[in-house]
């Protein structure tokens, strides 16, 4: 059922003359839409108001911006260090606001999509299946909806994913 579908598809996009380096782009801008379409509906997100358990993962850069010293919550783990860093650069330069570190989310949430599309297609040269497979990572709901706040869980899962690329690359460059 699902390979009928995948070939179905393959085919489809092949009739059309689609570009296969157009696919990856394409869903780049499909998830910029929605997520700025999601801003302007919910009017929360582009407010100064924290949704979910943003305001505990600011928290540390405002008291670096503001108390110059970093408190960290007892529910963060030691892997939401790193964006304490980044969100203290970002609101360093740009002034710290959930709106800014919402954007810097996305942008990491970009950067982890690019590389997971790069990383497919190291192991697969279907390039219209790898675009399949990744507007379904995409659009997965809890990993949509944390693309663009302000949580640990797309950064952690980009550094693993480059650590995991890395590492493979290290074992086939030694055997």
Known sequence: MISQIIKKFTVLNNKKNLHEKHNLFSLIIILYITSGLYFIIDFSSVTEFPINDEGGF??????????EKL????NNAAW???QT??????????GFSFLNLRLLALTISSLFYFFIYFYLNKF????????LFLGIFIFFPSIYFNS???MSDILFLFLLIVALYYFESYINKNS
């Not at 860093?85 to 740009?94: A, D, E, R």
């Open 80 to 82: 939401s260090i790193p």
């Open 124 to 131: 697969n040269d279907n390039k219209n299946l790898n675009s």
């Open 58 to 67: 600011a928290f540390p850069i405002w008291s670096l911006i503001y108390k």
């Open 85 to 94: 860093y980044l969100g203290y650069i970002v609101s360093k330069i740009f």
């Open 71 to 74: 408190y960290i919550f007892g």
């Open 148 to 150: 663009y706040l302000f």
